[in-house]
């Protein structure tokens, strides 16, 4: 293998970054602001809840250069090798005036105090350029991860799709410099590993699979980086300390979505936006519950593989695919396995997790033929808030009786668990109302949830069965009154 490469580079802008001393905390938010005084971002929350640091990081792909939004609070800056980075400064219209976007807010009245606005502009910037003419629902989608306490949205609304008689997006800068900047980022890929630090604090990024598993080997200890939605707050909330942090979101290898006639197969390091298409078209009912998992900047960054790695009692993938029957691949240098999802969590912040192994994959069974299936989620907000219950519900159904039934919960135990009484009082019972009220009160023999800022015992324990009751009332008493009609 090639020697390592011991510096990061990117684009900012229009300026080629080259930077030999990084740090693995070092975020892009304080480089912008700090090191190059590029203000227009602005740091909000710093834990990707507000929106007012977004920016737009283009990264090649399969099928191109693509730009999405980030919040540059939680983005580490030695994730950006091989990118280009876009802040608001680099916005700009026809004779250097204000960009499309930025005259249809003025023009709207989408601002007032203007703190907020910068990261507004850019999440409508990513939205103009994907669909000039937005429909409400896409607008709401593109605004889930910003947050103005008052402007109130109806103006931004109109800006949104006022923007579209203001410019045209092939005209934009990063529409027409597209090629150019393609070609740029692809000279840049060596193939080399890159090893950075600023002191003691190490940046490691592997060239490939194989070299992932030899750094593990060597670094046991490191911190795995893959979307940085948890590890970054780790640093900027709980200042932790990371180093050495081994970053993996730029490994091809782990971007991979493949589906047989059998199994939807996810690399860990598929993002929620990028495997939403996928995930939709095997199980429909996945749609609205994908779709409120934190706001469109934190589906961009943040991972499948991730999500589950971390084994947090409330990450929103692990329930519903342990309903689903995922299986979990895992590799280090000894070699590979594959565990069923619900055998990976032991404890809380214990894992099934090797010294020196990795999640590579996340194996979903297809065709699944009489299976009802369902997810829902309850939380303080309705969009971009993270879970106080969580649930996949998975019932199969032969000739009126209940043949198999899966249910996992998120939020109700210190990990993602199945709630093996509730399943049992449903196994062999009639497909009936009757069955799931027996179903919905077992859920208590099930779990002990604590009560904390999010929900109190009392009311996860009463939103667990209600769960239950709503599968019924969704799809059970339907399918029967569809029977009973033929």
Known sequence: MALPRHEIRFLLNGEDVRLDAVGAQETLLDFLRITKRLTGTKEGCAEGDCGACTVLVGRLTGVGLRYETVNACIRFLASLDGCHVVTIEHLRGAGGGLHPVQQ???????????????????SLYALWMEAPEPSDAQIETALQGNLCRCTGYEPIFKAARAAAALGDPSADPLAVERADVASWLEALRDGRRVDVCKADDRAILPANLADLTEILAEHPDATIVAGATDVGLWVTKLLRPISPAVFIGHLPE?????????????????????????LMTAFPHLANYWRRIAGWQVRNMGTIGGNIANGSPIGDVPPVFI????????????????????????????QDLRVGEFVEAIELPLGQAGVHHAAYKVSKRRDEDITAVAVGIAVAVREGRIAQARIAFGGMAATPKRAEAAEAALVGQPFAVESFEAAARAVGDDFQPLSDWRATAEYRSLVAGNFLRRFWAEQGAGEVAKLEGM
């Open 104 to 122: 249809a807010m003025v023009d709207a009245h989408g601002s007032q105090c203007g703190f907020c606005t910068p990261g507004i502009v850019m």
């Open 254 to 278: 782990l971007r991979q979505i493949k589906r047989s006639g059998s199994a939807l197969k996810l690399g860990a390091g598929v993002s929620y936006s990028e495997a939403e298409e996928a």
């Open 323 to 350: 309903a689903l029957g995922a299986k979990l691949h895992l590799r280090s240098a000894i070699g590979r396995r594959k565990l069923p999802l619900e055998e990976y969590f032991i404890a809380y912040g214990k």
